[in-house]
Every structure is written in structure tokens, then in C-alpha cells.
């Protein structure tokens, strides 16, 4: 690193973060900090006074001090996965960015607890991996896992494909620790499924995306390792009967449904398409598929014949076209990657306006048809690509561009598409963001569904925590 590329301004408290963090903490120059300040698919690129990457708390609370001290804003940093730009400073170029990536520790797994411990920056598929070399599973399980980071996850209560089993991040966090805006540290890593002693302070920081305090460590619940699982790839008609299906799973397996995942036809044949790993798994094409997966707790359980039976009897009613299930892990793998790809399939088709959504699961059907009509009307030929999370009624509700179009123009369209599908979803009584947060992309859009009753009790808390404003600023709210 460089100090010549710091500007006048922030000299000094450079100087003084260096101090702290020494040279293996500061990254300045343009080339050597591009990669923390543009997210993948480069729609935010940003610019950062310098980057930081304290290696433990201590650090993080020293250089949060300094940077009080001084007003400068700070934008913490996890994996860089965010997909509403959560993770990127603004082009001012006045704030730092506080990487967590170097507070890598697991501090401690207690099996018997059913708890482990880490640090901020410890990656989402390391947690999972230590969770089972202890026959324990750690259920957080999404796209970015080889890259996002448990204090990006905490930071913005990640979601992904067991929600529906397990819930989101927010249900899997019993302790944190947090840096406080004036640089305090806040211990809160216990690791009790029962505390009463007031106010619940870590829900606060869960999916305050970086705006009330860093996040340094925590404490997640473990599981106990499924000894049966068993996947199945189906073909429905239509989105109605995919939900009927649901339930229907949901009763035959005893509520062991963990997953159950929409894919429409067109997004499988991007996939099929462009990515040479993906295959369908079926024989025939088929409207829309379901990604079915059911833990089980004992080996040899009756799961797959319950699942088995399920899907015969709604075969012989029609319900469900065809199907194909697992019957190795190789097999499984497989499925899972088709439905993993499906964000970057999306990129070889062009432009893509993103809707990440959800409304109560009886409502998807029709939610799914009011905003296709709605979306083709805006801009005719459009082609929705909605999948995700069926069973918690979170729809990835994207919409590439038509072939012919021109991939600026069709991008143009973005805010007066995002504002018309909102709305349908608003009268659903859903979210306008799901599980992906509100970062810098949903920020008006928030601004315009929320009452003032609730926007203005964030932003006593804003205050209260934060009163010089200097954490994430502009994000959220
Ligand atoms: P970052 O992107 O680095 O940061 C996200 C936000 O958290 C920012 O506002 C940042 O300031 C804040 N932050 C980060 N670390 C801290 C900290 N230690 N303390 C305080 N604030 C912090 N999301 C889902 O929910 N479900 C999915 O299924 C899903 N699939 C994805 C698939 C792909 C291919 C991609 C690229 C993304 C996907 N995401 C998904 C979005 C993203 O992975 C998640 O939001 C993830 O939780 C972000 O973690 P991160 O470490 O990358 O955080
Ligand atoms: C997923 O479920 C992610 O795959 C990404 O949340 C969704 O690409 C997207 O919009
Ligand atoms: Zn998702």
C-alpha cells in the first residue's frame, strides 16, 4: 500500500489507522482497492478515502474511535455480495470502507450447547463445514456461500433455501458482539435459548445492513445433522398447483420440507443454455419446476416413500407432470447447482430487473400474474423469469429484456417497472425486499411503503445509536 493516493483530508486519520492496524491493514490506490469498491455485477462502483482490514475487535473499536472522532463515515464490509449495493461507499469518495475479512477465527463450537462461535469474517460455507466435522448442521445455505460472510449475513438477516425449515439469519443468531458507532464494544455473546432480561439489543443490529454498529462475532445455533435427505426435482402445470403441492408435502412428510423452490421453464433453458454444468433433469420440457428436498432424522425414515407416494398420487391427478428424485449425492449436487445458477444464467440474456419479493404463499399465484401482465405492458416482449423461495412466499420476481431491445434502454425502464411491481405486491400485504435488504437501491422505494409511524421510529434509533451519522450513511434510510 500506498500512503501518496490518501488525499490532504484524510491524512491524518490515515496515519493514525496505521498506527492501529499497521501496513497489512490499510489498502489505498485505485487498483489495489477496486475489488471493495464494486460489487460483481458492477452496477455500484464507488469511491473510498482508503480501506481498512483490522485483524481482530480490539482493532475494529480502535479504528471506529478514530474515525468518531473524526466524522468520517464508514461502510463495513463482509463478502461483497450485497445485491442492493449495502457494501459500497458512495462516489464521494469521503468515507472508508471497514473490511471484516481478516477476523477469520472460530472462536469455539460447544457441540452439547448446539452453538458455535465466530468472528465477523469467517466465510458462510467455512461455519457449515466446521458445524458438521462436529456432526452438527449450520442451515444457513445460499448462492453466495462460498464469498458472503457471517457478519454480512447478520448485517443484512440472509435468507436463501431452508428458511422454510430452519428460518433466516435473524432465527439462527443467540449472541453478538458488536462495535458501537463511538467505537464501544457491546458483549453480547451468550448463547442461551432463554433470556428475558429486557430489550432484545442484537435484533437490532440483524439486517440494520451496517447502519447502528459493526458486527465482529457471534453466537449460531447448530442442528443436528440430517441422517436422511432426499431431493426431488418436479414438473407442475402452473404456480397454482405448485402451492397446493406444498401443502401437501408439508402433511405427508410430518413438516420435514426444508426446501421448495420454483423454477419457470424459460430460466431453466437460460441455464441449460449457457452453462454447460446445467442439465435438466427431466425428460420433457415442462412449464415450471419445483426443487423439493426433505431432511429427515433417521436413516432409512420413510422420507422418500412418503415423498414418493405424494407425488404419484398428485401424478394421477394431474398435478404433477413428471418427476426425477436423487438417488445419489452427485445427483443431488447437481439439481442444486441448476437452481444456484440461475443469478448468473440470467446474465447471458442481458439486462435484468430485479424484484427480490414476497407476499403470503396463497398469494404467489396470483401476485405471479398481475405483475407479468403488468410488466409485459410496460415493456412488451419482456420476459419474467420469476423463481426462489416458494415456500416462504419469496419470489426472485426478475424480468430479462427482450431480445431485441437494447440492454441500456431496457435498464432505463428499472425504477418505473420496480415501483409498478411493488405496488402489486403492496396490495398483497408483501415486502418489497424479501431478503436481500434495502442498501442504496431500495431506499425511496422503502421510503414510499413504509408509514411514517415506522420510518420515524427507525430513525430514533438511527439517532440514538449513531447521532454523528457516520455508519453506512445513506443506506436503509
Ligand atoms: P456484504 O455484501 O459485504 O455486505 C452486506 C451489507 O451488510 C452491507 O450493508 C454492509 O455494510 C453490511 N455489513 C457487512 N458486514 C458487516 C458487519 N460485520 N457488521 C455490520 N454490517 C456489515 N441473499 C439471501 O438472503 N438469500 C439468497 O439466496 C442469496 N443468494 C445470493 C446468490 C448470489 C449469487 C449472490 C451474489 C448474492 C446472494 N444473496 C442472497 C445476497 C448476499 O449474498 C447476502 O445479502 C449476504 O448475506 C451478504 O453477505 P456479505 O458478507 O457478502 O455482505
Ligand atoms: C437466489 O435465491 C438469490 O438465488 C439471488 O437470492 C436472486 O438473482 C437473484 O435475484
Ligand atoms: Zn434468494
Known sequence: MSSQAITEPFENLHDQILDVVGEEGVVAGAEAMARYLAEERGRYVGRAAFVVRPANTQEVAEVVKLCHAAGVGIVPQGGNTSLVGGSIPFEEGDEIVLSLERLTRIRELDAENFTITVEAGVILQQVQEAAAEADRLFPLSLGAEGSCRIGGNIATNAGGVQVLRYGNMRDLVLGLEVVLPDGRVWDGLRGLRKDNTGYDLKQLFIAAEGTLGVVTAAVLKLYSRPREVVTAFAAVPDPETAVALLSQVRAASGEQVTSFELIPRTILEFATRHLEHCKDPLQQAQPWYLLIELFGGRPDGGLREALEECLMAAYEDGQVLDAAFAETETQRQEFWRLRESLTEAQKFEGGSIKHDVSVPVSAVPAFLREATDKCQELVPDCRPVPFGHLGDGNI?????????????????????????VHDIVHRHRGSISAE??????????????KSEV????????????DPKGIMNRGKVL
Open 436 to 449: 436481500h435488504g434495502i442498501g442504496r437501491m431500495k431506499l425511496a422505494e422503502n421510503a414510499r411503503f
Open 454 to 465: 415506522e420510518l420515524e421510529m427507525m430513525r430514533t434509533l438511527k439517532q440514538a445509536f
Open 396 to 420: 426472485h420476481f426478475n424480468v430479462s429484456q427482450p431480445e431485441a431491445m437494447d440492454r441500456e434502454a431496457f435498464l432505463g425502464r428499472w425504477e418505473e417497472m420496480n415501483a409498478a
